[in-house]
């Protein structure tokens, strides 16, 4: 191996930190990935996976890349919960990488090393990026996998930006709403602004081969062979669909859809989204914003970044809400821009100062903000439960806001204003990082293994949540067992047409689907939805219901108790429930006359 290999390959402290935040972030992706169940959106994508994996007919759908990496892992482990979550968390988390492929950038400045280790742990462990990567079908594969080609064409590796490109390509409409944003970014800024920043951003390219190398040439050639390849041979399902390759032609159709549908989720939501799960970014971004746009023509590097991740930040959100058919999950794509904003502001407020002394007193500082954060926090909690007014609300908060100026304004007067600033600083910084890895591991659902009430007043999902579908699934394995001596093996009758209640019952070989019920059978269970009108049940069987489907009930953009959602993740839910109706005769002590007695044509819908 030559010198600059074995260089580039060097473990540093910088790249420690790098591995770090790929393996947080990858442990929040997968750690219990399967034990909620999945959502109808989510089932949607898996069943298509499984039809082929058992080699059943199959329409390839807007998903390719999904669907030849999910089919293969159903045929060659299972198919599992986790295993069609993969391919989001996976892709996923492959994110915080990404300035990775800006060494001679990052490189220019300690400001811009900083800048890109906080830009790795932030895109690790934001609850939004965290949420989406758990989800199947969701647009995280699309924007991972096109913002690292962008990254890789960046530092010139033509191979690996035909790669990515090419699976970015095949990894569903959400794409289109990413290239729309991109595209009016890079419209705005050539219009706002005529800066030097392509010339700064290659010179930095020449810093990796040396100061007196010129940028190269990409070759755009050789990225378009293996972008090519990359679509063939993932488009066709790795070759055992070759008609795949037609799935390409619904990724179009599928995103003009969202142009035509109408979507109950307000367009405030989506902002209001980023303000809940992503303050730290979201206030330290405007801040770096605003210090950027205040200098237009400015040459410093970081100024010129600002102006283009703030426009590409607020026109991604601004794509999002104008969208008819729009979710939470299409401002995915500002979530990316928003970090790297926050990202070169926090690096130059986090500067250690000058004399150790000086930093004791940040330090200091700091933990006194932290400790008024706490108390703000425990008493707002208190007053909501004693049922106070707003105004005693009000003067609390005022009043520990004032405790917060006045130690701000101490600080400064005895030692420094940059002291006080730097205890501001570090101090907010904590507490929001904490509430980012508590929304993170909240918006990931790790601590249930069934969907609660809380998952569907999450705003990152993609229609509603699946409610108690294990239960449902668990407690039809059981009747089975009783009945037949096995678990999957009880004849059903399923009226309830839904994608996630067909995935749940995939390995139920007995279950058949249909809206009616034929004359005179009397299968051993019946799925209906409760409002379905079944009187002969009540005499010859009997009925557990269940939720199939839980989803907010709020209007709004956010529900009216906002601290006890913000805290507890309780908020008003609406659910859709089904009955399990099993026959009398599966109970001890019960008899098939009864049923049998029942007139068949009651028991039609």
């Not at 191979?159 to 699976?167: D, E, V």
């Not at 990225?223 to 090519?228: C, D, K, Q, T």
């Not at 104008?322 to 970090?339: C, E």
């Not at 569907?456 to 108690?468: K, N, Q, T």
């Amino acid at each position: 191996m030559d010198t600059k290999t074995s260089a580039a390959f060097r473990l540093t402290f910088e790249k420690s930190l790098y591995l770090i935040a790929f393996g947080l972030g990858l442990s929040l992706r997968l750690l219990r990935l399967g034990a909620t169940p999945l959502s109808d959106h989510e089932a949607s994508f898996a069943l298509q996976a499984l039809a082929l994996a058992r080699g059943l007919p199959a329409e390839p759908g807007a998903q390719p890349a999904y669907l030849a990496v999910t089919s293969l892992l159903f045929a060659l482990i299972g198919d599992t919960n986790g295993l069609a979550r993969l391919w989001s968390a996976v892709t996923g988390s492959l994110l915080p990488l990404f300035p990775l492929f800006f060494g001679g950038l990052l490189a220019s400045s300690a400001r811009m090393r900083r800048a890109g280790i906080i830009l790795a742990f932030g895109l690790a462990l934001d609850p939004g990026l965290v949420a989406l990567s758990r989800l199947a079908g969701s647009p995280m594969a699309a924007l991972s996998l096109s913002v690292l080609a962008l990254g890789a064409a960046f530092a010139r590796k033509p191979r690996l930006t035909g790669i990515l490109a090419g699976l970015a390509l095949l990894s569903g409409p959400s794409l289109l709403q990413g290239l729309l944003a991109l595209g009016l970014t890079w419209l705005a800024w050539a219009v706002l602004l005529r800066s030097e920043l392509v010339q700064r951003i290659n010179c930095s390219i020449a810093t990796v081969n040396g100061p007196n190398s010129t940028p190269e040439k990409f070759a755009w050639k050789e990225a378009l062979i293996y972008g090519a390849g990359a679509t063939l041979l993932v488009g066709t399902m790795l070759l055992r669909l070759p008609q795949g390759l037609g799935a390409l032609m619904n990724i179009l159709p599928a995103y003009l859809q969202n142009w035509q549908v109408i979507s109950d989720v307000p367009a405030l939501r989506l902002p209001a989204a980023l303000l809940l799960y992503q303050p730290l970014a979201l206030i330290a971004g405007l801040a770096t914003a605003f210090v950027g746009w205040a200098r237009p023509k400015s040459d410093e590097l970081a100024d010129q970044l600002s102006h283009l991740f703030s426009l590409w930040a607020l026109l991604a959100l601004f794509a999002g809400m104008i969208l008819p058919g729009r979710q939470v999950s299409d401002i995915a794509w500002a979530i990316f821009p928003l970090w790297a904003l926050a990202a070169l502001g926090l690096s130059a407020d986090l500067n250690l100062p000058e004399s150790t002394e000086q930093a004791k007193i940040s330090l200091g500082h700091a933990g006194l903000n932290i400790l008024f954060f706490v108390l703000a926090w425990h008493n707002l909690l208190r007053i909501q439960y004693i049922n106070a007014g707003a105004v005693m609300m009000a003067a609390i908060s005022g009043g520990i806001l004032l405790m917060f100026l006045v130690a701000a304004v101490l600080t400064a007067a005895g030692w420094s204003p940059k002291t006080a600033w730097l205890g501001v600083c570090w101090g907010i910084s904590a507490c929001l990082v904490f509430f980012t890895f508590y929304s993170a591991w909240s918006a990931a659902q790790i601590s249930h293994a069934e969907a609660r009430p809380g998952s569907a007043v999450e705003l990152w999902g993609i229609g509603p949540a699946a409610g108690d579908v294990n239960l449902l699934t668990n407690t039809l394995a059981d009747l089975s067992g009783w009945k037949t001596g096995q678990r999957y093996e009880l004849d059903l009758a399923v009226m309830v047409d839904s994608p996630a209640i067909r995935w749940a019952l995939r390995n139920f070989i007995n279950a058949r689907f249909s809206k009616t019920i034929p004359t005179g059978d009397l299968p051993s269970v019946i799925l209906a939805y409760q409002t379905e009108n079944l009187p002969a049940l009540a005499s010859g069987y009997r009925g557990q219901d269940f939720a199939a489907q839980v989803q907010p009930a709020w209007t709004g953009a956010l529900p009216d108790n906002l601290l006890n959602w913000l805290t507890y993740r309780q908020a008003p839910t609406l659910s859709n429930q089904i009955i399990l109706w099993a026959r009398s005769d599966l109970f001890p002590g019960g008899d098939l006359e009864s049923v049998s007695q029942a007139q068949p044509e009651t028991m039609l819908p």
